[in-house]
T-cell receptor, first 115, second 115 residues
């Protein structure tokens, strides 16, 4: 079955620690996205990538970093500079970022909490 | 700039009754509109989209949505609600104007269908 796999499902971060969230897709999609979900605020875009070796900041990129070395993979690192990292993180993909009529496909998320 | 409003945080409806989840939007160009559903601790699932053409769009699980350009609305509807429809619903918009290429999500509406 094609889809998006996020791991781990739950993650705990200590003070001063960087943590990396994994996102893998086997849909052969060019575009990938990271969103942060907080209660009552909908989804906010952190970073997106239209193609391998390219990525763009979203609305709330500060304290986060990404890489896109392979088409299938788009890991997100939550750095110690992100002072309020507790949230539900969602990875998504779409066929092509410029195909405006195409929906995004989502993984099942990673819930990050501070120890 | 694009924006999406979902004026109701919570909608309660009895099983078997019709349901409506409201969405209004603001874009500078022509809107591409989407509805997604989210079950607890899961990612978003695509329900339906409006791109152009018929104002009444049919989607998954018996849901439909009506596009109203004059009222800038895209309300989600279902003729007969099921308890299993209880979930969080998100409206999203894209337009093709420069700078408006990303998805913008509303804050979500929690639907509770009571048996």
């Amino acid at each position: 079955d094609g889809g998006i796999t996020q791991s781990p499902k739950y993650l705990f971060r200590k003070e001063g620690q960087n943590v990396t969230l994994s996102c893998e897709q086997n849909l052969n999609h060019d575009a990938m996205y990271w969103y942060r979900q907080d209660p009552g605020q909908g989804l906010r875009l952190i970073y997106y990538s239209q193609i391998v070796n390219d990525f763009q900041k979203g609305d709330i990129a500060e304290g986060y970093s990404v890489s896109r070395e392979k088409k299938e993979s788009f890991p997100l690192t939550v750095t110690s500079a992100q002072k309020n990292p507790t949230a539900f993180y969602l990875c998504a993909s779409s066929i092509d970022h410029q195909e405006f009529n195409q929906p995004q496909h989502f993984g099942d998320g990673t819930r990050l909490s501070i120890l | 700039a694009q924006s999406v409003a979902q004026p109701e945080d919570q909608v309660n409806v009895a099983e078997g009754n019709p349901l409506t989840v409201k969405c209004t939007y603001s874009v500078s160009g022509n809107p591409y509109l989407f509805w997604y559903v989210q079950y607890p601790n899961r990612g978003l699932q695509f329900l339906l989209k409006y791109i152009t053409g018929d104002n009444l769009v049919k989607g998954s699980y018996g849901f439909e949505a009506e596009f109203n350009k004059s009222q800038t609305s895209f309300h989600l509807k279902k003729p007969s609600a099921l308890v299993s429809d209880s979930a969080l619903y998100f409206c999203a918009v894209r337009d093709i104007e420069i700078g408006g290429q990303n998805f913008v999500f509303g804050p979500g509406t929690r639907l509770s269908v009571l048996p």
